[in-house]
């Protein structure tokens, strides 16, 4: 049975940072291509960010290029994702999520796998 579990959510000021984890279990993680996912209130889920299977290539959203950085420990099953100069427009919840297939990808319905999601709220 795979289980997605994402930690290290919560509240911080615009400007601060956040470090999330997702542990993946009862797959073979380095087989799957990593990603984070959000979704605020009211909006469509959102790509932030994906890495490959080895970790050698990273993709962001837009809207998190040079605030945010992905990376895995094959040898820990965790995925991380380092928030820096954290905005408001920020707050969201987000999911880790695995995917099978070859090609990291931002695409939601690639990923087959999903966390329950951890909460990040960003006050002003």
């Known amino acids: 049975q795979v289980q997605v579990v994402e930690s290290g959510g919560g509240l911080v000021q615009a400007g601060g940072s956040l470090r999330l984890s997702c542990t993946a279990s009862?797959?073979?993680?380095?087989?799957?291509?990593m990603g984070w996912f959000r979704q605020a209130p009211g909006k469509e889920r959102e790509g932030v960010s994906c890495?490959?299977?080895?970790?050698?290539?990273?993709y962001y959203g837009d809207s998190v290029k040079g605030r945010f950085t992905i990376s895995r420990d094959n040898a820990k099953n965790t995925l991380y994702l380092q928030m820096n100069s954290l905005k408001p427009e920020d707050t969201a919840m987000y999911y880790c999520a695995a995917s099978i297939r070859p090609i990291a990808s931002l695409r939601s319905n690639d990923y087959k796998y999903w966390g329950q999601g951890t909460q990040v709220a960003v006050s002003s």
């Open positions: 009862g797959l073979t993680f380095d087989d799957y291509v």
């Open positions: 890495i490959s299977r080895s970790g050698g290539r990273t």
